[in-house]
Structures are given as structure tokens and as C-alpha cells.
């Protein structure tokens, strides 16, 4: 049984994977523009959600370092031409992770149901910045930018204004950092961020250092949210304050609580889940708004884990049914 | 021509009157917060429906002041809906915390989208009653009457509000139940009654000031937004729960907005945040917060 578990999981990634590259054959080119939407946002929404699961804080600033993951990447990319692509995600790496470890630095201190709203304190300063700061960011107008080529060693120049191209990169960067940060969260690290979320005062009579943790996990979970904002940048060929704006944290923010937050990779769903809604209410309605927020009261209500929780229940209505029926067959 | 001692006093009134509407409408949901740890974002929605119900009574009926009576209880049953068809089985579950929140914000969406397919997404000007337009002459600043309406309504209600949390059972109830409701429920107090009760108030008093806030703002759709992130740093500021707290950060902000724009146009808006995160790392549980979690 439980080999048959084990090639059922290794079968299901491998189909996950293969829809995922494949995917670009079969879509449209809207469709392939909403595919990268999606694998960006996933990207962001799981470096929340590595806060809530693995620490047990919740930021509603994080929109601070997606932000500012944007809005460096515009503005190298508007003052040195030519600049490379992969300078560039690491600048808005960079950035991110010293802004971070500034707003970490004082934001940790203060008890989880403080520490969302201190976060988003800091996110509403940077606002203000990048909207006052006209000369630097464009202020209210925003920046147009063209997307940058960029060169492999084998295949040779790779020209991004192809969405299909742009698809493949946000896909590769995307699946490379959630495995990087999920291999870091295998080490002992990872423990100690569980530890400290489960037990904090045991942790810390234990010898960790709490504060240093949730620190480590901030500035992580702020690396991962600059680097979406660095590809998101990208993507949309144009920055403006809607990448640093409540409304963004807010929508990041419920993407992950639609999907589900017991999961590392739960968030993806629920992004994908918003961003299709989005898509298609705002095809048929002016008022989608209002059916998505229909939609987010009956998640809530019928379901305690959002749409992971929703289709485990689903699971286990199913296989409770079978069961039983084995079980008729046997007697 | 106006001295500058003037102008600074005008801008005080300015300061003043915002911060008062904002202490009506910051002084339920950080009660809501006090007593039941929920951040409800649904809150402003209220707020933004009592403008806009204003705008219909005061039109096709012809009455701001019918509009100050009804508008409220309509809010305020709203209110007392949403709380017992919605937030009530979802507050005892384990780990409801995430789901209040996107429970009330889908409340917020619901209720701002509703609106906009109501009355349009244009600014909506609703006429104060004749009484109240033109402005009049004190100490020798002219300013409009509408606004020292504003002052006096919002005055009424918060000495109506310090009696009843002072001097009734009821207050006493409520403020046992923001320190711990759990010990006020196996003493024998129907908490819930507690919690449908403030959330109720909180929802009409949100509507009240919606209906004093329609003739001075006007009535548009990004209102409820604008004033929830200002109830975030009143709320923050004042200290979970704490009116008090609340009336002292909605007074400081109302200041902060009217002398910031007035000295430091390119970076007032910044103040605020500036004042909640001061308060958050030097004092986390806010200047009056009672619980310090």
C-alpha cells in the first residue's frame, strides 16, 4: 500500500511537471501570460505562507519587498543599458534581503499579533517614499521599462518579448528557488523555525535563539517575495506603486489563505484559484469583486484549510466510501 | 488677513473634526478587537454603506436628519447579521484567526461591490440640511458650521459612550470581556450576547459616522478603504481594545494629517506610519493598550 502511495506521488509530479512544460503548447497566448502570473505570484504567495507555517507570524507588509524587488529592477534597468538579467533577479534578491533584515530587525521583537501590523507600518513608510520620490520612481505614474534579452551558454540569445520565452523563465527561476528553500527547510534550520513556532518558550530554554530564528525566516521569506517582485517587474514591462500597495499585500496575502496554508506548495492553488477567477469574473461581470468575495465567504464556511482543506475533506469522504465498499466485497 | 496663529488654529479645528469622525469610526472595531481578537475589515464597509444610504434618504426623502436615524439601524443590523450568520461559528474553531480574515474582508468586498452597483462609482455630493450650511464667525475665524456639527454629534456620542462603559452593567460586562471573556463565561455572563452586542454598535456607530462623514467628504468608492487604513494606525496607536487609546490616537492622527499637509506636504502621509511604528517597537502594546500579549 504504501509503495503504491509513494508511485502514486512520484506519478503525480511528474504529470505536474510535464503539464507545466507543456503547457505553453497548448495555451493561448493570453493563457500562457496568465500561466506566468500565476507561477510568479506562486512564488510570492509561498514566501508568506513560509512565515505562517514554518514561524507561525503573519506579515501584512510583504508587499514591502516584492515592491522593492520591482521597483530596483526598474530602475537599473532604466539607468545602466544592458544591464544582465540575472544581475538584475539578484539585485532585487539583494535589496529585498537588506530591507528585511531592517524591518526584521525591529518587527520580530514585537508579539505575533503585533508583527503583521509593525510590517505593514514599514510597507506604508516605503509606499509614501515610492510615491513622493517622483525623480527616482515615477511616483503615481509609474515607469515603463522593455523587457531585457539574455544570453545562455549553449542555446544563445533568448529574447523575452516572447511570452512563451517569459513563460520558461519565471518557470525555471521559480521552481529553482521554492527547491532551494525547501531543501533549506529540511536542514536542522527548518526544525528549529518549526520548534520555535510550536514551543517558543521550550525552544528558547533549549538554547535557540528565538529572535534569530524568526529573523533568518523573515529575511528568507523577504528574499523569495523580492525576487517575484524582480521577475513580476519584468513580466509586466512597467512598475508602478499598485506592486507596493495594501491591496497588493492583501491579495497575496489571501491567496494564501484560500489555498491553504498545511502545505508548503498550498498556496499555489489558491493563487491559481484567484488569479483564473479574476480572469474569467472580470470577463463576464464589471462586479466580479462581488462574486469573489461570495466565493471567499463560502471557502471560509464550508472549509477549515481553504481549498487544500476543502479537497482533503473531499479525499477522505472518498476513500471512507471505498473503503467501506472493500469491505463489503471482503465479507 | 489671517495671522498665522490663526491659520494654525483653523488647521487644529481641521485636525480636530477628522479625528473625531475617526474615533467613531475606529472606537467599534478596535472594541470587536478587544473582544474577540478579530481584525474585522468588514468594519469601514459600514461606514462607506452609511454614506451612501445618507445620500439616498437625504435625496429621495428629503430629511438629513431622518437620514442620521435610519441610516444607523440599517448598519447596525447588518452589523448584528453578519456577526451571528457568519463570524459566530467560524470564532470557535481552532485556528480561526486566518479565516476571520478573509471572512470579513469578503464581507468588505461584498458589501463595497454592492454599493458600486447601486449608486455608480462616482462621487455622490449629498446636501447638509440648510441649518447647517455657511459658516460662522468665532473668536474671529469664520468656519464653516457644518464642521462644529461634526464636533458636536461626534462629542455627544463619545460622552454617551464613556457613560455607558463607566457607569452601566453593561459597560462593565463589556470591558470585563475584552480582559477575559473566558473567565466572564464561566461566571455565568452569556458572552456571546456581549460580542453581537459591540459588534452591532460598532456597525451602527460606523454607519453614524458615515452619514456625518457623506456632506463634508462626499460619498465615493474607495472611502471605506481610505478610513480602514487610518483605523489600522488608530487601532495600532491607542492599543488593542482600549476606547480611550482610541480616542487619543484618532485625536493625534486627525492632527497629524491637517498640520502634516499644512508643513510637510510631499511627506505627511508618512507621519502616521512613522507614529504607529515608533509605537509598535517602543511600545508594543500601544500608549493605552491593556492587554500585552
Redesign the interface.
Known amino acids: 500500500m504504501n509503495k503504491i502511495a509513494k508511485l502514486n506521488s512520484i506519478l503525480m509530479w511528474c504529470t505536474m511537471i510535464l503539464v507545466l512544460i507543456f503547457a505553453p503548447i497548448v495555451l493561448p497566448v493570453f493563457g500562457i501570460e496568465m500561466a506566468t502570473e500565476i507561477v510568479i505570484f506562486s512564488l510570492f504567495a509561498i514566501s508568506i505562507n513560509l512565515l ?1 507555517k514554518y514561524i507561525g507570524l ?1 506579515s501584512f507588509g510583504h508587499a514591502a519587498f516584492f515592491g522593492v524587488g520591482a521597483y530596483i529592477v526598474a530602475i537599473v534597468l532604466k539607468s545602466v543599458a544592458g544591464f544582465p538579467l540575472f544581475g538584475l533577479l539578484l539585485l532585487s534578491i539583494g535589496s529585498a534581503v537588506l530591507l528585511a533584515a531592517i524591518i526584521g530587525f ?2 520580530v ?3 505575533p ?2 508583527f503583521p ?2 510590517v ?3 510597507q ?2 516605503l509606499l ?2 515610492a ?2 520620490w517622483r525623480s527616482l520612481t515615477g511616483g503615481d505614474d509609474g515607469m515603463p521599462i522593455i523587457r531585457p534579452d539574455f544570453y545562455l551558454p549553449i542555446i544563445g540569445e533568448i529574447n523575452l518579448i516572447d511570452s512563451v520565452n517569459m513563460y520558461y523563465l519565471s518557470l525555471v527561476i521559480v521552481i529553482m528557488a521554492l527547491f532551494l528553500v525547501y531543501l533549506a527547510l529540511k536542514t536542522p534550520l527548518g526544525n528549529a523555525f518549526l520548534c520555535t513556532k510550536i514551543n517558543p518558550s521550550r525552544a528558547s530554554h533549549l538554547g535557540y535563539n528565538i529572535l534569530l530564528i524568526r529573523w533568518i525566516a523573515f529575511v528568507l521569506s523577504g528574499a523569495m517575495a523580492g525576487l517575484a517582485g524582480g521577475l513580476y517587474v519584468i513580466f509586466q514591462e512597467f512598475v508602478a506603486t499598485t506592486t507596493m500597495d ?1 491591496h497588493m499585500s ?1 491579495t497575496a ?2 491567496m494564501v ?2 489555498g491553504g ?1 498545511a502545505y508548503y506548495l498550498g498556496p499555489v492553488l489558491g493563487v491559481t484559484f484567484y488569479i483564473l477567477m479574476t480572469y474569467f469574473l472580470s470577463d463576464i461581470t464589471p ?1 466580479w ?2 462574486y ?6 463560502i ?3 464550508y472549509s ?1 484549510g481553504g481549498l487544500v482543506g476543502l479537497i482533503e475533506k473531499l479525499r477522505d469522504i472518498f476513500s471512507h466510501t471505498t473503503k467501506e465498499v472493500f469491505n463489503d466485497v471482503n465479507t | 488677513m489671517e495671522t498665522v496663529t490663526e491659520i494654525y488654529f483653523v488647521e487644529m479645528l481641521h485636525g480636530l473634526v477628522y479625528g473625531m469622525l475617526l474615533f467613531l469610526v475606529a472606537s467599534g472595531f478596535t472594541l470587536v478587537f478587544g473582544l474577540m ?1 478579530v481584525l474585522n475589515l468588514s468594519h469601514t464597509g459600514f461606514y462607506m454603506l452609511g454614506a451612501y444610504l445618507a445620500y439616498s434618504v437625504t435625496v429621495y426623502l428629503d430629511n438629513f436628519w431622518l437620514a442620521l436615524i435610519i441610516c444607523p439601524i440599517i448598519t447596525g443590523i447588518a452589523g448584528l447579521g453578519v456577526e451571528h450568520i ?1 463570524l459566530r ?2 470564532h470557535s ?2 485556528g480561526a ?7 470579513t ?6 458589501i ?3 454599493i ?2 447601486t449608486w455608480g462609482s462616482f462621487e455622490l455630493d449629498v446636501p447638509a440640511p440648510e441649518i447647517l450650511t455657511g459658516s460662522i464667525t468665532f473668536v474671529g475665524i469664520t468656519y464653516p458650521v457644518y464642521r462644529f456639527f461634526i464636533l458636536a454629534i461626534s462629542g455627544a456620542i463619545l460622552a454617551l459612550m464613556t457613560f455607558v462603559l463607566q457607569k452601566t452593567r453593561t459597560g462593565m460586562m463589556i470591558k470585563a470581556a475584552v480582559s477575559d471573556a473566558k473567565m466572564l463565561d464561566s461566571l455565568g455572563v452569556n458572552v456571546s450576547l456581549v460580542f453581537l452586542g459591540v459588534f452591532g454598535g460598532g456597525s451602527a456607530l460606523a454607519g453614524l459616522a458615515g452619514v456625518i462623514a457623506a456632506p463634508f467628504f462626499t460619498a465615493y468608492p474607495s472611502m471605506g ?1 481610505e478610513i480602514l ?1 487610518d483605523c ?2 488608530v487601532v ?1 496607536v491607542g492599543g ?1 481594545g482600549s476606547l480611550m487609546g482610541a480616542f487619543v490616537a484618532a485625536l493625534m492622527i486627525g492632527e497629524l494629517h491637517s498640520f502634516g499637509v499644512l508643513l510637510f506636504p ?2 505627511a ?2 507621519f502616521q ?2 507614529l ?2 515608533g509605537v ?2 517602543f511600545k ?1 502594546a500601544g500608549l493605552f493598550g491593556e492587554k500585552n ?1
Open positions: 505562517i503573519v525591529f518587527s521583537r514585537s508579539s499579533s503585533y501590523l509593525l505593514l507600518a514599514f506604508m513608510l509614501t517614499i510615491m513622493k495594501l492583501f496575502f489571501m489563505l484560500i496554508t462586479h469583486q462581488l469573489l468575495g461570495v466565493m471567499f465567504i471557502i471560509v464556511k477549515e | 481578537n457568519f461559528k467560524i474553531r481552532e484567526h486566518a479565516a476571520e480574515l478573509l471572512l474582508f469578503g464581507i468588505f468586498y461584498v463595497s461591490e454592492l458600486v452597483m478603504l487604513i489600522f494606525v495600532v488593542f510631499n511627506i502621509l508618512a506610519f512613522l504607529m511604528a509598535l517597537v508594543p500579549e
